[in-house]
């Protein structure tokens, strides 16, 4: 049996540790959603060179974290095309950290998601349904299409309410990835589900 020391020492030992473990959870419960709950969602007007590098590069990390099923070198390709695909759809939103630095964004244009992207840490964090509940409510989007080789992505928009209603052997490209067609239901527009993985449509 212990004495009397030995028990005060194993009691404040436990008591450290505790402590110990509540702090460490504490710090891996604050690390990842103080920065998206700080994120600001902004409706942006002015697209500057700067701001457009910096989306392209948050375009090309998740990218290659979530289309798996692209090689290095067609990335490479879509690319060419992201800037442009910046500058002209019609409604551009895009969410910044407390240092205002993009880290998401997404595109629209009328009732359609166009693109949906952010940095690929923050994958499961909620800021993907903050920024599509948002389309949803303020921008009246209720079309969308995803990459059928991206399940993660189609069980996100299944989430928030999207069903599908046509499917393409090709995407709009002509290259042999087949496209999802998803549309808002009634029953559940305006409705959030849990987070999966982000991202839009014919870059998927």
């Known amino acids: 049996m212990q004495n009397q020391s030995e028990q005060g020492e194993s009691t404040l030992r ?3 540790q505790r402590n ?17 709950n700080q994120a600001e969602i902004i409706l942006q007007e002015v697209r ?7 989306l392209t590069e948050v375009w090309r990390r998740s990218v290659k974290m979530t289309h798996l ?6 990335i490479g390709e879509i ?16 969410a910044i950290n407390a240092e205002r630095e993009p880290i998401a964004f997404m595109g629209t244009a009328g009732e359609r998601l166009e693109m949906l992207f952010l940095e690929p840490e ?4 909620g800021l993907g349904r903050r920024l599509l509940t948002y389309g949803i409510e303020e921008l009246g989007i209720r079309e969308l299409c995803v990459n059928e ?27 042999p990835y087949p496209l ?25």
């Open 149 to 175: 080789q991206n399940p993660l992505a189609k069980g996100f928009y299944e989430h928030m309410g999207f069903e599908r209603f046509k499917r393409t052997e090709l995407d709009e490209q002509g290259n």
């Open 122 to 125: 923050l994958r499961g964090s």
């Open 14 to 16: 436990n008591c450290i």
């Open 69 to 74: 099923f692209l090689s290095d070198q067609e």
């Open 20 to 36: 110990q473990n509540q702090q460490s959870r504490e710090i891996n419960r604050e690390t990842l959603p103080k920065g998206v």
């Open 180 to 204: 999802l067609y998803m549309r808002l239901t009634e029953k559940t527009a305006g409705e959030s589900g849990n987070e999966a993985i982000d991202c839009p449509k014919n870059e998927e």
């Open 79 to 94: 690319e060419k095309y992201v800037r442009a695909a910046l500058l002209e759809v019609p409604t551009l939103v895009i």
């Open 48 to 54: 500057s060179d700067e701001l457009i590098d910096r």
